[in-house]
Structures are given as structure tokens and as C-alpha cells.
């Protein structure tokens, strides 16, 4: 499952990210094929990316944090492709399950009724990560989405133990994802994200295989190629939404 057929074509795609750089960083390559596939994708930031654990550095105010955050997600956004709406969910002291959050997200997906959708795996370890997905798994299923076809998990910080797809890209869209998450300086600057992700997907590149179970004792290209990994539901998994708890 790591060929290019996996990717959805002509599709209309949204992607939940906790905070404005997780998109970039848990699949801008992925994001960057999906988009040559002639597909439609709104990048959906949960919250501003700003909270009392100082997310920006600089004696500065709320607002200007806010607003260096969002201005990087626009040029990061510039470089992907994507278009970009921001929820702004009251996140300052810790994001939180409410009925109020999962409204506003139900009404965004029947807004929107996409055919696919990517949300952060349920087992990141960030407590953000894991918010914003019990949001928008509870939205999901209260949701009316005729057009749904699949639902993606995607990996931050916390690799997936066993995703069931990676797919894969060359460098020079591996080179456009970095620059993608330098964009958000005020991020690289606390710490080194375009490296540290270049290794995992490195490593999920090339021994995506093995790590499909499906390439034991074979041999691999010895040219580097880049992977990110997902759990991506099928249909039936998704009517049965019982499925939404336990990925």
C-alpha cells in the first residue's frame, strides 16, 4: 500500500490540524501529492497555535503571537497549496472536549461535506493531538456526509504502531515539505522539527515494506525515498462507527 494509486484523485479533502504547523509536519508530502491528483484540500487548524506554555518566544502580546502564527501558516499554506481555515477553539489554558467545539466542527463538515478525511491518530501523545481528535471524531459521528468515502489517521510526534498505508515521495518533495515547515520559524526555533521529521520519513520510506509486512528479507532501491505513515478506514469501517473509538 505504499503506491501512488492509494492517493484519492478529484476528491474533496479536509485535513484537521491541532495547531497551524501540524499539517506540514505530519504529511506535507502527502498533502503535496494529493494535490497533483487534481483534489481539493482545506487545511482546518483547531486552534491558533498559541497557549500559556510559550509557543512563540518574545515578550509580545496574545494577539501578536496569534498573528505571527497565523501569518506563518498562510506562507507555509503558500508553498503546499492548500487553502487554509483557521477554528480559533479557546486553547489558552488547554484545549477541551466541548459540546460547543464539536458543534462548531459538525457544522463545518456538512458545510464542506468532504470525501475524505485526515485527522491526527488517536494515540499522540500531545494532549492537544488527542483533544482535537476526540473533537472531531464526535463531530464525525454526528455529522450527515453522504460523499464520505475514507477517513486517514496521520502521525505528529507519536509514530503510528501499525499503520496499514505509507506513501511514498522523491526529494525534491521532501525539499518543498521542509520548506514548508520552516516557514513556521517561530516553531524551528524552539525546536528542530524539519530535521527530526526528515528521519522518521526516512525510515518509513525506505523500509515501508517491512513495516507493511509485506517486504520481509527483500531487497530495497538504494535510493532514498521518503514515507508518511497512516491507518486509513475503509467505508464499511466508517458506517460502522464503532470504529471511530478504537483506531
Known sequence: ????????????????????????????????????????????????????????KGDLSVEEKEKIRRTEAERASKVLGTSIHFLNLPYFHGLQVKKEHIEKITKLLEKENPDVVFVPHQHERHPTHKTSTSIVLRALKRSYLPNLDAIWFYEIMTPIRAPNTIITFDEEIMEKKIEAIKAHESQIERRRYD??????????????????????????SREIIYGEAFYKSVKAEINNQSHLERS
Do not use: Q
Not at 205 to 218: A, M, P, Q, T
Open 1 to 56: 500500500m505504499t503506491k501512488k494509486a492509494e492517493i484519492p484523485w478529484n476528491k474533496k479533502i479536509i485535513i484537521f490540524s491541532p495547531h497551524p504547523d501540524d499539517d506540514a509536519i505530519g504529511m506535507g508530502g502527502t498533502i503535496i501529492e494529493l494535490l497533483k491528483n487534481g483534489n481539493k484540500v482545506l487545511c482546518v487548524y483547531i486552534t491558533s497555535g498559541v497557549s500559556a506554555r510559550n509557543a512563540v
Open 195 to 220: 530535521i527530526g521529521i526528515r528521519g522518521l520519513n526516512t525510515f518509513r520510506g525506505i523500509i515501508g515494506d517491512s513495516i507493511l509486512g509485506v517486504g520481509y528479507g527483500g531487497f530495497s
